[in-house]
Structure formats: C-alpha cells, structure tokens
C-alpha cells in the first residue's frame, strides 16, 4: 500500500524537483569546450556556453518544457526565465565549488534518514497510532530499491538547499545595517499621520514648443546607452506555404548564400528595428556572443523573425552613446513639466488653505503602508510624511497634487524600537537578501556568457 501510494507522489514530485534543480542538472550534463569550432554551436547541439559549462539544447528543452506546463507565461516568457535562471543556477554552483560549501555525501545520507519529506510526515500511512512519525516504516522504505527515484530527488533537493544556505551565509554572514539605518527605517514605517487634504487637477497647456525647449535645454538627460540594430524579415509560419518559406530561407542562409540575395529572391520586406528585446525575446548575451554581420532566427508559434546584426554596442571597446528622440521622450518630457508646474501652483495657494478647509477631506490614521482615499502611489506617502505636524504643504503626484495639513503625527519611541525584535529581524533579513541579489547579479555581469540559441551564420 505504502508503495502504491508513493507511485502515486512521485510523479508530483518528480515534476516539482526538476523545476528546483535546473542547477543540478545542468552541471551534470554540462561539458568542458575542448573540441575545434568546425561545426557551430547549435551544431553540436549546444545552446550556451555559461563560464567553463556547457549547455545541451535537449536538456535546456526539458527544463522549457517542464516550466511552460504550469505556468501562465507565454512561450517566450518561459524561454527568457528559464535560460536566466539556468545562468544564475551554474554560475552560483560554480562559487559553491570554489568556495568548498558542497555537503559530504554522510551529511546529505544522515539528513534524509532524520528528516523525511513532508508529504510522507503528513500521510496517514505512515503515522502510528498515538499520531507520531512511524520512523521504523520509513526507513524500510528507505531501503527498498523501487523507491530509489523518489528519495535520489529527495536528495537533491536538499543537497540544493543547503548549498545555497551556506552560500548565503558566507556572503551576507557580516554584513548588516547600522542600528541608526534600522531605527530610521523603522521609524519611518511606524509613523502614524492624520491629515486634512484638498486634492487640485489643475490642466496646463503644454505645447509641442515648450516640449522642444525643454528636451534642448535637457538634453543630456536623454543620454542613453546606444541600442543595438537589426535588419529584420518577419515571416508568418501559420500556413503551409509560411513553413516552408521559413525552412527554405534558413536552409539558403545556413549555407552562407548572401542576406540581401535571399531577401530579394523570396520577395520579404526588410525593416530596421532597434533594442535588445525583440519580440518579446531579450537578446543580450546573444548579443555579447556574436558581432554586426551574423544572423539571428527568433520564433513564435505564428511568426519566425530573421535578424541580421548591423550595429552592436555590446561588442564595443568603450560605451557608445545616444539621445532619445524628442517624440520618445515627449510623455516624459510633458510629466515633468507638469508635475513643475503643480509644484509652483500648489505653492501659491498653499497660503490659502483654509479658504479650501470646506472641500477637504479627513483621513483616518495611517502609515506609509496604508493606503487612503483609493490613493496607490507610494511618493504620496512619503511627502505627507515629510510634512511637519501642524504644517501645510504640498504633495506633487504625475496627474494631480494635493494640499495637505498634518492634524497629527505620533512618531515610534526607541522603546517600541527595541522591543519590536520582529521589525529588526525581517528587516535584517531583507538587508541581507537585496545585498546578496546584488552579488549574484555583479557576478553574472562578470561571467562570460555565450548564447548559442538563436544562430544561423
């Protein structure tokens, strides 16, 4: 019964395991490059090249596969997910290596025997009649070799906990806010306000002049890193005439035959187009892998996009630089002269606050986690927070302000502080968990990362 029931679990569990370990399994398969380039990449049946560990393309599909049967993501969501963890995955196995944090196989041997998985904890089947653990039944079980799959995940799952626990550990062990970050922290979380507040929707007319002016006076502030190019043929493979285009236009320029003669013989449109993200599909460490001159292939279920490279900043010595255009940056540009001039009209009635005292409104009680009057942007929050008790000041929103007088504000005593060791715990925790996403995203920069996936020539 015991193993009917576990046949049962196994298969949840297996799916459930594989979406956890796409570290483990990967550096199983990964190779050492050693062999010569004559076949390329994708030839060979590699997808990415990740510091010394190389990516099998099957291998890399199962984990797709495996992500995209329960998730809402779309398909190219679930590629882009699936291959930046795979990234973070290895390069973080690799400094558990380095940093000597594996678990011995006795360790991981002993934890299982003491720890059982927490759905056979709650099967009934294995719980004795006072309700206590049936500990004899379970290593029995431990025992059996039909078993063996379930609890070699088992393992895995938690050799793959206690990596990245000692992994965390030996990265954020000192590091820690100072006790006036975390009063000021706190403090500014347990703050408690009442307010009177007149919201004003004044309309300001901003003419495509006035957005001219600014965006030349401004300038630099449109100063951007330089977007790659492509040249881009976009060829919809819902028929079976689109198939067969899609299949022969790659055929023609997998075999080396000239972009613009294959454009011209089938008779597709080429646009221009810019970004690192095309079709929904980042392209960054491609990007990184391959210069101006080669040929991307990125698909959908309905659509196979051609892209050949003709400027890419990636490969660049030094960073090169561009303005947005005025028309991009124009819904920018015409925020930010309207929240200026709010900002100057709030200020010359402020004065008159009381003259408005009758279309005001008077809030309960309230934190900068609470949320009043339907009002959801943070920054609101915070200014009335910056306001004096007493005072009356302004609150600058994108779309409308507010006049506002605190009626009252009751600041935490460094008691409350001191005996709130939750705050400080959560806090230390959080402190921790950002400087250590940091970390692992400094490394990841620093790695060289090849992407083979969507090569042609």
């Not at 290895?90 to 927490?118: A, C, F, W």
């Not at 347990?190 to 002049?209: A, C, S, Y």
């Not at 400027?311 to 960073?319: S, W």
């Amino acid at each position: 019964m015991a193993m009917q029931k576990l046949r049962q679990k196994m298969v949840v569990f297996l799916w459930f395991a594989a979406a956890l370990f796409i570290l483990f399994i990967f550096l199983q398969w990964g190779l050492h490059f050693t062999s010569t380039r004559t076949l390329t990449m994708r030839e060979k049946g590699y997808i990415a090249k990740i510091g010394n560990t190389i990516v099998k393309d099957d291998h890399y599909r199962r984990v797709v596969n495996n992500i995209a049967r329960d998730t809402t993501l779309t398909p190219e969501e679930v590629e882009a997910f699936a291959f930046d963890n795979l990234v973070t995955e290895i390069i973080l196995d690799n400094e558990v290596r380095k940093k000597g944090l594996m678990p011995s196989d006795e360790t991981i041997i002993e934890l299982i025997k003491k720890y059982p998985p927490q759905e056979l904890r709650n099967d009934s089947s294995f719980l004795r009649e006072d309700g206590t653990f049936d500990y004899d039944r379970y290593w029995e079980l431990l025992s059996d070799p039909r078993a063996r799959p379930y609890f070699e995940n088992y393992e895995h799952l938690i050799r793959y906990n206690i990596t990245r626990q000692r992994l965390f550990a030996e990265v954020t062990g000192y590091v820690r806010p100072t006790m006036q970050e975390l009063w000021e922290r706190y403090r500014e979380r347990k703050t408690r306000m009442k307010i009177r507040g007149v919201r004003f929707v004044p309309q300001f007319d901003i003419d495509d002049t006035t957005i001219y002016q600014y965006y030349e006076a401004h300038k630099e502030e449109f100063k951007t890193l330089a977007k790659p190019r492509f040249e881009c043929v976009t060829i919809p493979r819902n028929t079976e005439e689109g198939e067969a285009k899609v299949g022969l236009v790659y055929s023609r320029l997998d075999k080396g035959e000239h972009w613009s003669s294959v454009i011209k013989d089938y008779g597709l449109i080429v646009d221009t187009v810019a970004g690192d993200t095309i079709a929904g599909i980042p392209l960054t460490y491609a990007l990184k892998t391959y210069n101006e001159g080669h040929i991307l292939a990125i698909g959908s279920d309905d659509t196979v996009y051609y892209l050949r490279i003709i400027y890419n900043p990636y490969m660049k010595y030094e960073p090169e630089y561009e303005y947005l255009p005025v028309e991009q940056a124009r819904n920018l540009i015409t925020t930010t002269i309207y929240r200026q001039r709010l900002a100057t009209y709030l200020d010359s009635i402020r004065p008159y606050f009381t003259k408005y005292q009758n279309k005001s409104k008077l809030s309960p009680w309230f934190t900068v986690l609470d949320t009043i009057w339907g009002i959801t942007e943070r920054s609101f929050y915070y200014q009335v927070l910056a306001i004096d008790s007493g005072a009356v000041g302004k609150v600058v929103l994108d779309s409308c302000g507010y006049l506002v007088k605190v009626i009252d504000k009751k600041e935490p005593t460094m008691d409350e502080f001191q005996s709130d060791t939750g705050f400080v715990h959560d806090y230390i925790i959080q402190y921790q968990q950002d400087f250590y996403n940091s970390w692992v995203e400094n490394l990841k920069h620093h790695t060289k990362i090849e992407d083979y996936r969507f090569y042609v020539r």
